[in-house]
């Protein structure tokens, strides 16, 4: 089945500074590559995905990148603020699997301000 | 209410208790999920519905039981649980079911369970 890596595990940053988190996929039949945000005491939230036809993809302060060459992508965030500390987690899902989602194991960012 | 809720939001129990966690969707969604999430474990798919029918048990034990009785409700019931089984439990829902090319998954805030 399809595995998903996530490093780094923690992650502190300088407030203004950038945040790259990166994920690797086993399976390159995936296709959906969503990104959540998880605050203390709260659901994981979706903040960003891409999908497998697009490379790169924007909105506002974050950004995703997709190499499916290499099989891995990344969360880009840039000016970080204090609000942007939080555990993300990245997933990938195949259509032909029922488009389940296979989670990496999250990494905790703190923005110091 | 918007979104997924999910209550009780915590949850005390004994090994021989029982107990339901319920969750709730009101986006129009039409597949549902139980995600169990532990500390230091990526998050584990429990259970899928896609359009009130179970799709997926990814090898649950029985003591876990889910019920779906409309395509906004989603049960969780409990039984002589384990302390083991203490975590959060998530639930999610997507608006086009599982066959969709593409699966946007909104969780709600989770029930923190605690099996003493």
């Known amino acids: 089945g399809e595995n998903v890596e996530q490093h780094p595990s923690t992650l502190s940053v300088q407030e203004g500074d950038s945040a790259v988190i990166k994920c690797t996929y086993s399976?390159?039949?995936?296709?959906?590559f969503p990104w959540y945000k998880q605050e203390l005491g709260k659901g994981p939230q979706l903040i960003i995905d891409?999908?497998?036809?697009?490379g790169e993809k924007k909105d506002q302060r974050i950004a995703v990148t997709l190499n499916k060459t290499a099989k891995h992508f990344s969360l880009h965030i840039t000016e970080t603020q204090p609000e942007d500390s939080a555990v993300y987690f990245c997933?990938?899902?195949?259509?032909?699997?029922?488009?389940?989602?296979?989670f990496g194991g999250g990494t905790r960012v703190l923005v110091k301000p | 209410e918007t979104g997924v809720t999910q209550t009780p939001r915590h949850l005390v129990m004994g090994m021989t208790n029982k107990k339901s966690l319920k969750c709730e969707q009101h986006?129009?969604?039409?597949?549902m999920y139980w995600y169990k999430q532990s500390a230091k474990k990526p998050l584990e798919l429990m259970f899928v519905?896609?359009?009130?029918?179970?799709?997926e048990n990814n090898s649950v034990p029985s003591r876990f039981s889910p019920e779906c009785p409309n395509s906004s409700h989603l049960f969780l019931h409990l039984h002589t649980l384990q302390p083991e089984d203490s975590a959060l439990y998530l639930c999610?829902?997507?608006?086009?079911?599982?066959?969709?090319?593409?699966?946007?998954?909104?969780f709600g805030p989770g029930t923190r369970l605690t099996v003493l």
């Open positions: 999610a829902s997507s608006p086009e079911g599982t066959d969709s090319s593409y699966n946007e998954q909104f």
């Open positions: 399976d390159s039949a995936s296709n959906y």
């Open positions: 891409i999908r497998s036809n697009v």
């Open positions: 997933a990938a899902s195949i259509k032909a699997a029922g488009n389940k989602l296979t």
């Open positions: 986006l129009g969604h039409n597949a």
């Open positions: 519905y896609n359009f009130k029918e179970q799709t």
